[in-house]
């Protein structure tokens, strides 16, 4: 019991110091923009935002190309591995056929 209270008691005080707004801070130079400057604006941060994601393996390091390149290889390697593999297991029930069933609606798909 003491120990929730002492919980209860840390997390309050821990709490005191948090504030969601500053309510003494008064913005003196806002700018009113009209709503197609405004669209002008978001539209040329999202245009500069993708360009910049589309443009940053231009910017890759080797080792940023050694990762890329893992990830692909490795990806490839599940991809064409993967039906054979499924086969290979599903082909198992017959020699085993005792034992776990897969349910007949997984082995109805192949």
Not at 60 to 84: H, R, S, Y
Not at 88 to 96: H, S
Request: glycine share 6%; net charge neutral.
């Amino acid at each position: 019991m003491s120990r929730h209270i002492f919980i209860a008691l840390f997390c309050f005080l821990c709490s005191l110091n948090l504030a969601a707004q500053d309510t003494t801070f008064v913005a003196t130079d806002t700018v009113q923009l009209s709503r197609w400057q405004m669209l002008k604006t978001d539209g040329s941060s999202v245009l500069r935002g993708v360009l910049h994601a589309y443009a940053a393996p231009l910017h890759w390091k080797k080792d940023n190309w050694l990762t890329f390149t893992g990830g692909v290889a490795a990806t490839g390697i599940m991809w064409a591995t993967d039906e054979p593999t499924s086969e290979y297991f599903i082909n198992q029930l017959v020699i085993f056929p005792s034992g776990p069933r897969m349910p007949d609606f997984v082995l109805a798909n192949h």
